[in-house]
């Protein structure tokens, strides 16, 4: 039996940009746009901040971990419905 708090994906969308916000590697302006589950691992999707040319940046990585993180945390605590 799972201890995961069952989730709309709006408010879980919520949460994650209220704790990326808080996160100290934050990126202003960045935001969480998307949330999926794929066995029983939310993986949660934005900016990546890619260059016009569609080129990784200085801040791509930074995204991709905070999302990594994010993904990490809070899969730990919930389940979509």
Known sequence: ??????????????????TLSEHEQYIEGMKVTDVSESNNFLIFKGDYFLDPAGLPT???????????????????????N
Not at 6 to 14: A, G, P, R, S, Y
Not at 60 to 79: D, I, V, W
């Open 58 to 80: 200085a801040q791509t990585t930074t995204a991709f971990n905070l999302y990594k993180y994010l993904a990490h945390a809070l899969s730990k605590e919930y389940t979509l």
């Open 1 to 18: 039996m799972s201890d995961l708090k069952h989730i709309h994906k709006d408010e879980l969308l919520n949460i994650a940009n209220k």
